[in-house]
């Protein structure tokens, strides 16, 4: 059973290695033909920073596969071999947070070299290195703290529930749910600023449109997320009347009024829709999924690594496959996804009156050129990664003409 998971999980890692391959082949390929959306500099540029990306995954799909190795043959023993509590709550909760920060170096490395080398590089990176130290502190304590309960309460579960996968995954599942509703606020709270929206004329435009699709939102607010980060968003948190629009100052600053109204109309596309509602079935269907497979796992695999079925051995386990099983379920997560940005366009230009689509296309553009997304993917790769639709394609199914952008 042991070499059948390890089997698996080199399977994943060259298929995620093969589709990145073929991604860097394919922008290569394209990169010096005449560019498609953007300017041939942007284009050029966007294309670099692709393929950099692309690389540095590569890089770190290694470097997990290693520790993959690492932890299957010897690191869960180890743990067990150097955390002593007597008190078995504390004794499964240390051990599963000793796995956390021991990866959370590796995260660590690399996130660093990511901001301060890549997006550095390519204009992105807006953070001095003290303010990035002084977010990934507070990160990295909040995991420590939340991560800390999550676990001391699967442990609970797991020893009074027999079939204690089922009520994992519901706990577990219930509290992604509520970081969902809570995500604007702690962000509020620990990282951006967020401030009322100021422009007066710009809040009535958003308001008037949200009162078109029933949204009921406490609040428009604009987050000072430039200070960190040159890229574009915006985003919707919580649930109720709890629910507040963030945009980024950085979204204000380079979309003219009708562009963002475009790109709000899209996102009110998905709270028309139950996009968010639907997203949160699938997220909880492959949770549900890898629970099953983990709570049923034979006595023999834990008998081959020398290990007795701990419930700390049972949570790393999971938490070692998560990103295999997520890998593979992507594809169907991303088809029904990437059909429910084409709805939410549909109804973002149909928001916007009779200039609707060209406005949320023009928006498309600006934001393609300002985040540096190259345009133009391997079928490979979008199978695999997507979760939006091709800007491409999304352009043609708004029936815009892209020469005249």
């Given at each position: ?342 709805e939410a366009d549909k109804m973002g230009s149909e928001l916007g009156g009779p200039a609707g689509a060209v406005e949320l296309a023009s928006a498309l553009r600006k934001l393609v ?27 043609k199914a708004l029936g815009v003409d892209v020469e005249k952008l």
């Open positions: 059973m042991l070499m059948t998971i390890m089997g698996i999980y080199t399977l994943y890692l060259l298929l995620m290695v093969y589709t990145s391959i073929m991604q860097i082949g394919y922008i290569n390929e394209v990169k010096n033909k005449p560019a498609v959306l953007l300017e041939q500099s942007e284009f050029l540029k966007a294309a670099n920073y692709s393929i950099a990306k692309e690389k540095m995954s590569i890089a770190s799909a290694f470097v997990e596969y290693l520790f993959f190795i690492g932890w299957m043959g010897f690191g869960i023993q180890a743990l067990q071999a150097n955390i002593f509590f007597e008190n078995e709550v504390l004794l499964n909760v240390a051990i599963v947070m000793g796995f956390i920060v021991i990866n959370s170096i590796v995260s660590f490395v690399f996130s660093y070299y990511e901001k301060f080398s890549l997006d550095t590089l390519y204009g992105f990176n807006k953070s001095s290195k003290e303010q990035w130290l002084k977010d990934s502190f507070i990160s990295f304590v909040t995991t420590l703290l939340f991560g800390s309960a999550v676990v001391w309460g699967i442990y609970m579960i797991m020893s009074n529930f027999t079939l204690w996968w089922l009520w994992s995954f519901l706990f577990v599942f219930a509290v992604l749910v509520v970081i969902n509703m809570l995500y604007s606020t702690f962000r509020a709270l620990f990282f951006d600023k967020l401030t009322p929206l100021q422009n007066k004329e710009l809040d009535a435009s958003i308001k008037e449109l949200m009162d078109k699709t029933g949204f009921v939102s406490s609040g428009i607010f604009v987050s000072d997320a430039s200070k960190r980060d040159a890229r574009l968003n915006a985003y919707f948190g919580g649930f109720g009347k709890a629910k507040r629009v963030v945009l980024f100052d950085t979204l204000i600053e380079k979309l003219s009024t009708k562009e963002l109204l475009a790109v709000l109309g899209h996102e009110l596309g998905h709270f028309a829709h139950g996009d968010i509602y639907k997203n949160i079935a699938v997220v909880g269907s492959m949770l549900f999924v890898m629970f099953a497979v983990f709570g049923n796992l034979p006595e023999s695999l834990y008998l081959e690594m020398g290990l007795s079925e701990q419930p700390y051995v049972v949570m790393i386990l999971l938490m070692l496959f998560m990103p295999v099983l997520g890998f593979l379920m992507m594809p169907i997560m991303g088809l029904i996804s990437r059909h429910n940005e084409y050129s300002e985040n540096k997304s190259f345009p133009l993917s391997h079928p490979l790769y979008i199978f695999f990664h997507y979760t939006h639709p091709p800007v491409l394609e999304r352009l």
